[in-house]
């Protein structure tokens, strides 16, 4: 145990020291941490955010680390996760409702249609927390989180409690102004859907995931779509399949035989092979196409997040 963390575990019972990222993200890699720790209460988060703070120790907001990759040599500090008590959903007038930062996006999406809450069946197959598919404007099927957004709170690095319109955040496709930062934690978010009839969410959101399903190797572990879109129609996937990459591998990391905008983990990939497999890939695009692959999925380092490329 680093003398940093000392005591941790007395604030957040839920701690665990020198665990492995590979145990709280869906890529399934990545080396030791400081700790990870989990708050069930604001005022859990609250006191680990002033312990750390007190301490300089860096640490790193994970939801359900579906987006990210962490280093082989692990990550000098603390893995934060949100738990119960962020993961409440509670229900306003003309399709308005609040879901706490920790709820999986999943779950969300399938309590909101159970209620005639339509609008963000695209989410019911994501698989992030509220929290962090807010912070980084998570979407599908040409549809994101931001477009109904009403606001957020968060609980600052000193464990202030803070409210942020939905325009503060600047949503833009797959980025806003969260993405990245650590000063401040999304504790709760608000969205606006619209009234529906329950039956017609319910099936629209089968229709989303059964095409997810046929298309995407969901069952394999990864951390979903690796390249942004780059635009003007031209989707990711269907570029790096035309390059003939899919099946390509660094060691234990492929790039999808099923979706090519995919890289999974077969089996004991690093994140060595996931940042070799993404440069060939955007190497090939770049001579072949003239097209400059801009990654989605996020390194992890000390401190700071920097884009895997």
Not at 61 to 70: I, Q, T
Not at 116 to 121: C, D, F, P, R
Not at 149 to 158: E, H, K, P, S, W
Not at 239 to 254: E, F, N, P
Request: aromatic share 6%; proline share 4%; net charge neutral.
């Amino acid at each position: 145990m680093r003398p940093e963390v000392r005591g941790l575990d007395a604030l957040a019972p839920d701690t665990q020291f020198d665990q492995a990222a590979t145990h709280v993200t869906t890529f399934r890699i990545g080396g030791p941490a400081w700790a990870v720790t989990r708050a069930h209460t604001p005022e859990q988060l609250r006191d680990v955010l002033r312990f750390l703070a007190e301490r300089s120790v860096p640490y790193r907001m994970v939801g359900k680390g579906s987006n990210l990759l962490f280093p082989d040599e692990g990550y000098p500090g603390v893995l934060l996760l949100l738990g119960d008590g962020f993961s409440e959903l509670t229900y306003g007038e003309n399709g308005l409702f609040t879901a706490g930062a920790g709820m999986s996006l999943p779950r969300m999406a399938n309590l909101i249609a159970r209620a005639g809450i339509a609008g963000l069946e695209f989410s019911a197959q994501i698989p992030g927390s509220v929290g962090g598919s807010v912070a980084v404007n998570a979407g599908a099927f040409a549809q994101d989180l931001h477009s109904k957004l009403i606001g957020v709170r968060a609980v600052t690095r000193m464990g202030e409690e803070i409210a942020l319109p939905a325009a503060a955040l600047r949503g833009a496709y797959r980025s806003t102004a969260l993405k990245g930062r650590q000063d401040f934690i999304l504790t709760e978010a608000t969205f606006r859907g619209e009234s529906a009839d329950a039956r017609d969410v319910q099936r629209k959101q089968k229709e989303y995931g059964l095409y997810r399903e046929k298309t995407q190797p969901l069952k394999m572990a990864s951390a979903g779509c690796v390249f942004k879109n780059p635009g003007k129609g031209c989707s990711a996937g269907a570029l790096i399949d035309q390059l003939g990459l899919k099946g390509h591998s660094v060691g234990d990391a492929q790039v999808s035989e099923k979706h090519a905008n995919f890289i999974v983990n077969t089996g004991h990939a690093r994140a060595v092979d996931v940042l070799e497999l993404i440069a060939q890939v955007q190497a090939k695009a770049m001579a072949e196409v003239g097209i400059q692959l801009e990654t989605e999925i996020e390194l992890v380092t000390a401190g700071q997040l920097a884009m895997a490329a």
